[in-house]
């Protein structure tokens, strides 16, 4: 199955000059955890709850999302298939990736999107495994 059939094409987003504590509060009420960092439609990065917790709130003040948002995006493209991302998001040991065609941003693949096909739900199995062990330094 390609990604571009089963990927989320409502996504939402933010700037690197956004205030943290505004973007914390729009993942708070829209209950996700990861946004992506665009400048027009190119992405330039992601900002998560984790990095909010443990590059800003840590720190303390007012930050903006430049300051802590990864840099290092880990994507896919639209042909891509369920397997791909599934193995993409275990390597990495992500749950989301962003769809991306040409530098710009069309959507947004979840695990949770992978498991909903029955012929990808071995793959998001195996990748929700590999995401949830422990690593070992």
Do not use: Y
Request: net charge negative.
């Amino acid at each position: 199955m390609k990604i571009k059939d089963i990927m989320s094409r409502d996504i939402v987003t933010c700037t690197p000059t956004d205030l943290i504590s505004e973007i914390a509060q729009s993942m708070r009420a829209l209950d996700i955890g990861c946004m992506p960092v665009v400048e027009g439609t190119r992405v330039i990065g992601m900002i998560t709850d984790r990095d909010i917790v443990t590059r800003s709130v840590a720190k303390n003040g007012q930050r903006l999302v430049k300051d802590v948002m990864s840099e290092e995006v880990i994507s896919v493209g639209p042909e891509s298939t369920s397997l791909e991302a599934a193995e993409i998001m275990a390597q990495h040991r992500i749950r989301r990736l962003p769809v991306i065609k040409n530098d710009a941003l069309i959507g947004f693949v979840a695990l949770a999107d992978l498991s909903v096909p029955s012929e990808t739900a071995h793959e998001a199995s195996q990748a929700l495994h590999e995401i949830s062990e422990p690593r070992h330094l």
